[in-house]
């Protein structure tokens, strides 16, 4: 009898070893946490302008949280399907959240409203802290199995 000895990479130790590693810390509730708060903090940016009201006079502001708010949710939600994956798209993440805080000057220029600022401002730093607590929760399991 001769057993055979599978030779694709997907069986390799440590392959297996950093799945069972990234399925641990995505079942990690804070870990879930983050995600659907990061999520929503998205979806808010996206539709904020119809919220707040200044679809109308800032249109290109909107269209920029729109889209900004959609890939950040998206981004963001890869997470708890292919965590192994996607943990290195949070610090693309925390760069989308900090320019959501300076959208308001960089895209309309001279005009200013208090409620743009203060949208894009807030939800930009949850959306940077977000993204910084799913890069600080990948390296803290990469630390935890380092010093085992």
Request: hydrophobic fraction near 50%; aromatic fraction near 8%.
């Amino acid at each position: 009898m001769s057993t055979e000895v599978p030779t694709s990479m997907e069986h390799h130790p440590d392959i297996i070893e950093m799945r069972n590693r990234s399925e641990l810390a995505a079942a990690r509730p804070a870990a879930q946490m983050v995600e659907a708060f990061a999520v929503s903090a998205g979806l808010f940016l996206a539709v904020s302008s119809y919220i707040v009201g200044f679809n109308t006079s800032f249109s290109r502001l909107a269209v920029c949280n729109l889209v900004l708010g959609l890939a950040y949710a998206l981004l963001m939600a890869g997470f708890g399907s292919a965590y192994e994956r996607t943990h290195a798209r949070a610090w693309a993440g925390t760069m989308i959240g900090l320019f959501t805080i300076i959208a308001p000057w960089v895209i309309n220029g001279g005009a200013h409203v208090r409620a743009t600022i203060l949208t894009n401002v807030i939800t930009g730093g949850v959306m940077t802290c977000l993204a910084l607590a799913a890069v600080v929760g990948t390296l803290t399991v990469t630390v935890a199995r380092r010093t085992r």
